[in-house]
């Protein structure tokens, strides 16, 4: 399985922008979709997931209200629609899949390259 994020960009703060994450080959319905991000020299931190097969989501309080997981299974897609964004949202987000509904960055076995989000003030 193969993750490619995109999406990311420069944006002014109040601003909105939408992050895709493509997988190649099979997803299985067990499978947990997740977004992180890592901000320089931070640790990598939990953004938001979905279950695979239903829509069962879960949120980072930092971003509760203002973003919006989805996932289209016909397209193997993963979204992030991100809204009202603060500077402290800049950081390279990453898509990963796993099987464990964990916000947790070691329980995720594929990752994507990252896309870079840049809020400006």
């Known amino acids: 399985v193969q993750l490619q994020a995109s999406g990311g960009g420069l944006v002014q703060a109040g601003g909105s922008l939408r992050l895709s994450c493509a997988a190649s080959?099979?997803?299985?319905?067990?499978?947990?979709m997740a977004w992180f991000r890592q901000a320089p020299g931070k640790e990598r931190e939990f953004v938001a997931l979905?279950?695979?097969?239903?829509?069962?989501?879960r949120y980072a309080g930092s971003v509760e209200g203002r973003f919006s997981i989805s996932r289209d299974t016909a397209r193997n897609t993963v979204y992030l629609q991100m809204n009202s964004l603060k500077p402290e949202d800049t950081a390279v987000y990453y898509c990963a899949r796993g099987i464990q509904y964990s916000e947790q960055p070691g329980e995720y076995n594929y990752w994507g390259q990252g896309t870079q989000v840049t809020v400006s003030s």
């Open positions: 080959g099979r997803i299985y319905s067990s499978a947990v």
């Open positions: 979905t279950r695979w097969s239903r829509t069962s989501t």
